[in-house]
């Protein structure tokens, strides 16, 4: 299976800030990458695929890059309702993996 | 809009099957996509189970492939989960999701099962 590793675990960040989450494969996955963002009770909602095409609806602020093993998720001039868990997830075949999360918390 | 609702036991004893159904409208599951199986423990973790295809083919995760099933109903545009022989270990927030080339814009609600004595 493609080990999904996601750093950090947790931040804290300001309101207006920017912040850059990583993932990284154990193995190259092209530009088959996902992100979601969870919050607490609800389920994840897809923000990128395909490391850096934005899910419909999603600001301008999220962007994505990366390709290969190495990606990264940049939330620019960060709003109140950004804070909470974000995963990474790749879509180079089954079986599909997930990273293990990055809190991301109001300072 | 597509929408998912999970329904099921929210306990099932250790040993059981645990079986789960996902309601979906707005989308027929016959016409395109995958429909899967996602589950989050306890500490989040996510874990990718399986998918049957609008087709009917399915493609399970390995590490459960001697336990899982899923199923469908055309008629009524449901899908289903059967996880075999469970432990507290299946304790988790099961979602079902609609795939589109393999990540998951559309979720449902997620149904938390309890496995206990």
């Known amino acids: 299976d493609i080990q999904m590793t996601q750093s950090p675990a947790s931040l804290s960040a300001s309101v207006g800030e920017t912040v850059t989450i ?20 609800k389920s994840p909602q897809l923000l990128v695929y395909n490391a850096k095409t934005l899910a419909e609806g999603v600001p301008s602020r999220f962007s994505g890059s990366g390709s290969g ?22 879509h180079y075949g089954t079986p599909l993996t997930f990273g293990a999360g990055t809190k991301l918390e109001l300072k | 809009d597509v929408q998912l609702q ?57 590490s459960l492939k001697s336990r899982i099933s899923i199923t469908r109903d055309t008629s009524k545009n449901q899908f289903f989960l059967q996880l075999n022989s469970v432990t507290t270990e299946d304790t988790a927030t099961y979602y079902c999701a609609r795939g589109a080339g393999t990540w998951f814009a559309y979720w ?8 206990s004595a």
Request: one cysteine or more; a neutral charge.
């Open chain 2, 6 to 62: 999970e329904s099921g036991p929210g306990l099932v004893k250790p040993s059981q099957s645990l079986s789960l159904t996902c309601t979906v409208t707005g989308y027929s599951i016959t016409s395109d996509y995958a429909w899967n199986w996602i589950r989050q423990f306890p500490g989040n973790k996510l874990e990718w189970m399986g998918y049957i295809s609008y087709s009917g083919s399915t493609s399970y995760n390995p």
């Open chain 2, 108 to 115: 449902g609600q997620g149904t938390l099962v309890t496995v």
């Open chain 1, 69 to 90: 093993t190495q990606f990264s998720l940049k939330i620019n001039s960060l709003q109140p309702e950004d804070f909470g868990s974000y995963y990474c997830q790749h």
């Open chain 1, 22 to 41: 990583t993932c990284r494969a154990s193995e190259n996955i092209y530009s088959y990458l996902a992100w979601y963002q969870q919050k607490q009770g």
